[in-house]
């Protein structure tokens, strides 16, 4: 699609614009340099077949923001143009540090819609990890636990992501600790009865990182999302898809012939304990039935700390485990909490249980015996109580 630069008007063709004789431009450069109310656009970042992205600054604040202008061809597409308000109204209703903020909705020229939102520095996750085997332990824990806790503030709110993949996470590493943002909420899903005046496009997304309902255009929930994070994490574990050259699409509809390969399988450096956990909770993350998965990311988060909390074991014990930084910061969490959530003696922690057969399962408590032997400075400390054994995983 063209625009006029000087009557701003659509036009289909190269010719001359009939009005004021100007030779349109194509709408994504002629937008450059142009103002969509107090901002100026003064780049284009990037182009995909929905929406433009551009580099915008607030000319009175000097403020940043990532503009995104649907593109104009369809903006007579009424069920696009209630996605894309959809994902403005969706990320401000959640409103959590790990999700892109919107600031602002308007109309562009062209009569098109366009999301004014803040602007992230960093790379995306699918540019961090191309080309590499797999990321560190705690790199790894740091980014799937904020997009967890993203996932599980959309699901409080109602929604369901439906497209979580790398290209849609943005990680900026300019301080200690990674930040996260998660993006592209503009095929998320309206669970919540409450919100459901905002409307629901069917669910569509990324086919490698679908869960089998959602290739099958079934109903989706939480455990959607779950799925399409335990794929994540897969691969941020051992740098590949668990389903190599296919998707689970094969699996909708036929008997699939068995699990994945475990990641562990696919990593040399993990000791048998966090192999064993970690093996136990992705795998029950990629489970082909939602009823069989865990029931929402805080659930998922809960038996990957439980998992990777062996890593620390393993470190203080002079395995091969976790980097020690992530193994003290855990080893601190187990003694200053007591027992874990769930385990007996500890306090319950609220959807831990509703984890379809909880923590318990045979194939974790191998991880539980891990972390249940103490370290050598850990016996020969003295201490005027009974020590309290270390947190394990729920009997």
């Known amino acids: 699609m063209l625009l006029c630069p000087d009557c701003l008007s659509l036009r289909a063709t190269a010719e001359p614009c009939p009005r004021d004789g100007a030779t349109p431009l194509d709408y994504a450069t002629a937008l450059v340099g142009r103002r969509l109310g107090p901002w100026l656009l003064r780049a284009k970042v990037s182009e995909g077949g929905m929406a433009i992205v551009y580099a915008a600054e607030h000319e009175q604040l000097g403020r940043l923001a990532a503009i995104k202008v649907l593109r104009p061809e369809l903006s007579l597409r009424e069920p696009l143009v209630a996605r894309f308000l959809q994902e403005a109204r969706a990320v401000s209703l959640i409103g959590h540090k790990n999700i892109v903020t919107v600031y602002d909705f308007g109309r562009a020229p062209g009569d098109t819609s366009y999301i004014v939102m803040e602007y992230l520095h960093g790379a995306t996750l699918r540019e961090l990890i191309d080309g590499r085997r797999a990321l560190p332990l705690e790199r790894l824990a740091a980014i799937v636990e904020q997009v967890g806790q993203a996932l599980a503030a959309a699901h409080d709110k109602g929604f369901v992501h439906c497209d979580v993949k790398p290209e849609n996470i943005v990680v900026d590493d300019s301080g200690a600790r990674p930040a996260v943002k998660l993006l592209d909420f503009g095929i998320a899903t309206l669970l919540s009865a409450d919100a459901s005046d905002l409307g629901a496009p069917t ?124 193994a003290r910061r855990l080893a601190r969490r187990r003694r200053g909490r007591g027992p874990a959530p769930g385990a007996r003696g500890g306090p319950a922690r609220p959807g831990l249980a509703a984890t379809p057969r909880g923590l318990a399962g045979q194939r974790l408590r191998p991880a539980r015996a891990a972390t249940a032997r103490p370290t050598r400075s850990e016996g020969r400390r003295a201490s005027p109580r009974p020590r309290r054994r270390p947190s394990s995983l729920p009997p």
């Open 203 to 326: 669910a569509v997304g990324t086919a490698p990182y679908m869960a089998p309902e959602q290739l099958a255009q079934g109903p989706v929930d939480a455990r959607t999302d779950v799925y399409a994070l335990g794929v994540l994490t897969y691969e941020l574990l051992t740098g590949r898809h668990p389903f190599p050259g296919q998707t689970p699409l094969a699996c909708v509809g036929s008997r699939p012939s068995g699990p994945p390969r475990p990641p562990s399988r696919e990593r040399t450096d993990l000791s048998s304990a966090v192999a064993t956990g970690v093996d136990a909770v992705v795998l029950h993350a990629l489970a082909l039935a939602p009823e069989q998965r865990y029931a929402g990311a805080r659930p998922f988060l809960a038996a990957l700390q439980h998992a990777l909390g062996s890593a620390a074991a393993s470190a203080a014990g002079g395995g091969v485990g976790a980097p020690r930084a992530l």
